[in-house]
């Protein structure tokens, strides 16, 4: 087992030192890219935290939406420089998601989920309301002059990301992570072994939310603009899901390689088919076949083969 | 403190169905209760009142002399008392070790997870055998030992063990009531609800007998055996 464990970490190690060398590069379109993949793989981390407690989010636009708003303000009315912004965003998900956890109590299933989209609807018709704080329909530029270098905010991107791996790996051990899978298996038995299924929503939406804020707040710092209708966008929502299904849910690498994948292509359809329509049907189409084709996702196919090769 | 489950006059259901009426019951230290009645009588409901699941509308219930009545169901495994449910109600996506695990997952068994571990597979060795299975995939009698092992993990002072011979084959319901009883000579307290009344009572030494949410009969496991409300019930 020990040299499959040290090939594992160190193919991991590998990759976080690609995500993290490719700003160097300087190329915009490269940047651009790392950008998108790396800001998807914590939202898509941050779903599949919440699935892994049998906890359904349609809502995580709401946590990236809350996490852009706040790096915003916090750089433009404090001026607040990106670490600190970013720490303000990671926080304010945090608290959002505790109180949602505390909102919602005992809510599950399909229940959870839609309570998850109303938060997400709510929040953006009150920042379409409050003009005089989130600039309303018209929006809100970060001022200009504290933006960095690109390659500065695609590095912190991918150091954001490189982080929701790692604290889910670390999460992966702990007894919490057991709690939220007893939790998802059967939570009135998980009750009678002592789990308390509120303090372990609060936990786990804690965790979640902070690292879904903390990437709108990164992709704020990328963009640089910020409206209710993008901030609020349901586009991350449904990217967060379609990411770890793809890759494959209850698992670390699924969110990860689903990411990549998501966004290769649905870049690769937009750039193969031009920025008509027939693209994001063609990328729906293509979607719906992985899904279908790969029930448990890339990581599932994956394994399977590997059960097939294994006995002869 | 006298480590005691008393219950008086529990009124119990579920909506506006009720369930239990005026049931009384006690279990003591180390012995072996069993809980008889046939299907629909409310024994399932007892146990699951008793784990802080069911919320009486009417009665006392007390262990060792403190009220458990508003004690919420993850702190009652706390207190010493732990249910394995009816049908198992494993984890079933989780290897035996980590159901195992999770039985020991409150505070006061944490520190005795590696030798409750041992103790179990010690009863248990199949267990040992199968530890890196999911438990969905175990036959019915592994995961009824798993069932009664993982609830052992809390290092319960009290057991509540909802019908755990049901759907096995003769040979192993002889050998879970062989295990019971060797839980109970380790000083355990074991309230057992059951459906084969004789296997029960010959592991047990008192036993309660109800019908339509009452307890008809009471009394030692002897003098039950030959109590026409027990023939009644479950000879015919």
């Known amino acids: 087992m020990m040299p499959k464990a040290r090939v594992k970490a160190a193919a991991w190690a590998a990759l976080a030192v690609a995500v993290l060398a490719a700003p160097a590069l300087g190329s915009p379109v490269l940047n651009d890219w790392n950008v998108r993949i790396c800001s998807l793989m914590m939202v898509a981390l941050s779903w599949n935290l919440t699935l892994n407690a049998g906890l359904i989010s349609l809502g995580h636009s709401a946590f990236w939406g809350l996490g852009s708003y706040a790096a915003l303000l916090a750089a433009n009315r404090l001026g607040a420089p990106l670490p600190l912004s970013l720490l303000i965003a990671a926080l304010a998900g945090s608290l959002a998601g505790m109180g949602l956890a505390a909102l919602t109590g005992n809510l599950r299933g399909i229940f959870f989920a839609i309570s998850t989209l109303a938060f997400s609807e709510i929040l953006r018709v009150v920042g379409l309301m409050t003009p005089d704080l989130t600039g309303g329909a018209e929006g809100l530029y970060l001022t200009p002059g504290l933006r960095p270098a690109p390659a500065v905010v695609t590095f912190a991107v991918a150091l954001g990301a490189v982080a929701a791996v790692v604290v889910c ?13 007893a939790m998802r298996n059967n939570e009135d038995v998980s009750k009678m072994f002592g ?3 509120l ?45 770890p299904l793809l890759g494959g849910i209850h698992t670390l690498v699924g969110p990860v390689v689903g990411s990549v994948l998501t966004v290769f292509l649905s870049e690769g359809t937009r750039i193969g088919l031009g920025a008509s329509g027939y693209s994001q049907l063609v990328l729906g189409v293509l979607l719906v076949v992985c899904v279908l084709a790969m029930p448990s996702g890339v990581v599932g196919l994956w394994r399977r083969v590997l059960a097939r090769r294994a006995r002869p | 403190m006298d480590e005691r489950l008393q219950l008086e006059g529990i009124d119990a259901g579920y909506g506006g169905a009720r369930v239990l009426e005026g049931v009384g019951l006690e279990v003591g230290v180390g012995e ?16 699951l009142t008793i784990a802080g699941l069911l919320r009486p509308s009417a009665g006392r219930l007390t262990w060792a002399g403190q009220d458990l009545l508003r004690v919420p169901p993850h702190r009652i495994v706390e207190q010493g008392i732990a249910l394995s449910p009816e049908g198992r109600q494993l984890f079933p996506n989780l290897t035996v070790l980590e159901n195992l695990q999770l039985g020991s997952y409150c505070r006061h068994a944490r520190p005795y997870r590696q030798a409750s571990l041992g103790e179990v597979y010690a009863l248990f060795p199949r267990l040992h055998e199968r530890r890196d299975q999911a438990a969905g995939l175990l036959s019915g009698g592994e995961q009824q030992m798993l069932a009664i092992g993982r609830a ?35 000083g355990i307290g074991v309230l057992l609800v059951e459906q084969n009344a004789y296997g029960a009572l010959a592991i047990a030494k008192r036993g309660y007998v109800l019908a339509n949410g009452r307890v008809v009969t009471a009394g030692l496991a002897a003098q039950l055996e030959a109590a026409p409300e027990v023939q009644a019930a479950f000879i015919g």
């Open chain 1, 169 to 181: 790996a670390g999460l992966a051990l702990t007894r919490f992570n057991l709690a939220c899978r």
């Open chain 1, 195 to 197: 789990i308390n299924p």
């Open chain 1, 199 to 243: 303090v372990c929503r609060v936990q786990c939406l804690a965790v979640a939310g902070g690292m879904a804020s903390l990437a709108g707040g990164l992709n704020l710092w990328h963009g640089g603009f910020l409206d209710p209708l993008v901030a609020f966008d349901l586009h991350v929502t449904v990217l967060s899901q379609i990411a």
């Open chain 2, 32 to 47: 072996v209760v069993c809980l008889l009645g046939a299907n629909g009588a409310g024994k399932t409901t007892m146990l």
């Open chain 2, 152 to 186: 052992l993990m809390a290092r319960p002072r009290l057991l509540l063990l909802d019908e755990p011979s049901v759907g096995l084959a003769p040979r192993l319901v002889a050998a879970v009531f062989e295990s019971i009883a060797r839980i109970a000579s380790q």
